[in-house]
Each structure stands twice: as C-alpha cells, then as structure tokens.
C-alpha cells in the first residue's frame, strides 16, 4: 500500500481546471489515510469555494489518479470538508503561491 507520500505527488496531477494549478499545491488536500487491510484510501480536501461547480469532476480525478497510479488501491473514498476554510496565504505550497501571485 502507497504512503502518504506517495500519494500526495500522485495527486499532484490533479488540477484545479479554473486556476491551472495542482490541488496539493492549492492546499485543497487536507489529509490522507490508508486502510490497508481494506486496500482504500480516503482523501480529506476541500474546494476553492463551497459552491465550485467543477468539484464533481476535480472529485472523479482525483479517484482515476490513485486507483489507476496504484495496483495496491482497491477503494477510494474522496471527502469533501469544509473546516477549516480554505486560505491560499496559509495552505497554498510555496509553488502554489508563486502561482497565485501571491508574495
């Protein structure tokens, strides 16, 4: 079973289609764990807004990325949380913020 490691670069690939930018370096990823007698991960993230309408589908790749990156993963279970809200001046990566243009 991939660690936590790995499978925060695997969702490196996945972007936010609005911004062009990855969602771990969003911030959007707030945790990750692994069941592993289950084969499942579950992602904890959140959106740029509670009302963004491509969640479903920034959602759906985030699930294609892992499950197709690792033979290892059987299962994804993808939340949607709202707590703490999300802040690009305090969770974005420092690439993130370079993006953003934030200084």
Same mark, same amino acid.
């Given at each position: #079973? @991939?660690?936590?490691?790995?499978? #925060? !670069?695997?969702? $490196?690939?996945?972007? +936010?289609?609005?911004?062009?930018?990855?969602?771990?370096?969003?911030?959007?990823?707030?945790?990750?764990?692994?069941?592993? +007698?289950?084969? $499942?991960?579950?992602?904890?993230?959140?959106?740029?807004?509670?009302?963004?309408?491509?969640?479903?589908?920034? $959602?759906?790749?985030?699930?294609?990325?892992?499950?197709?990156?690792?033979?290892?993963? !059987?299962?994804?279970?993808?939340?949607?949380?709202?707590? @703490? !809200?999300? +802040?690009? !001046?305090?969770?974005?990566?420092?690439?993130? $913020?370079?993006?953003?243009?934030?200084?």
């Amino acid at each position: #079973m @991939p660690g936590e490691h790995e499978i #925060m !670069r695997a969702l $490196k690939a996945v972007y +936010d289609p609005e911004l062009g930018i990855s969602i771990v370096d969003l911030g959007l990823v707030y945790g990750v764990n692994t069941v592993e +007698d289950e084969s $499942k991960v579950i992602v904890d993230m959140t959106l740029t807004t509670p009302a963004c309408p491509l969640g479903p589908m920034i $959602k759906t790749q985030a699930h294609a990325v892992l499950t197709s990156n690792f033979d290892a993963i !059987r299962d994804v279970e993808i939340n949607l949380v709202w707590t @703490p !809200r999300w +802040d690009p !001046r305090t969770m974005a990566s420092e690439e993130g $913020k370079v993006e953003l243009g934030i200084w």
